[in-house]
């Protein structure tokens, strides 16, 4: 059984988008600077790209939990 063409720019039922993730992932984050905390490292603020770097050295994956918060130094 075929299906009738349609025209571009129309819903297409047997389409399947990709599920969207629950929270980002590395460079998907958007973030200037994020809080890093975990084992084997000093938790603190760094800029995204020491973030990334750091977790690729560690064979780790970043995860955004918290796109709205502000990261703030805590003594």
Request: charged share 30%; glycine share 6%; aromatic share 6%.
């Amino acid at each position: 059984m075929a299906f009738p063409p349609r025209p571009r720019g129309t819903f297409n039922p047997r389409f399947k988008k990709e599920q969207q993730q629950e929270h980002r992932t590395n460079h998907m984050i958007r973030a200037i600077e994020v809080r890093l905390v975990g084992e084997n490292l000093e938790p603190g603020i760094y800029s995204l790209a020491d973030a990334i770097k750091i977790a690729k050295e560690q064979d780790l994956d970043l995860v955004e939990i918290s796109p709205g918060a502000k990261p703030r130094f805590v003594k």
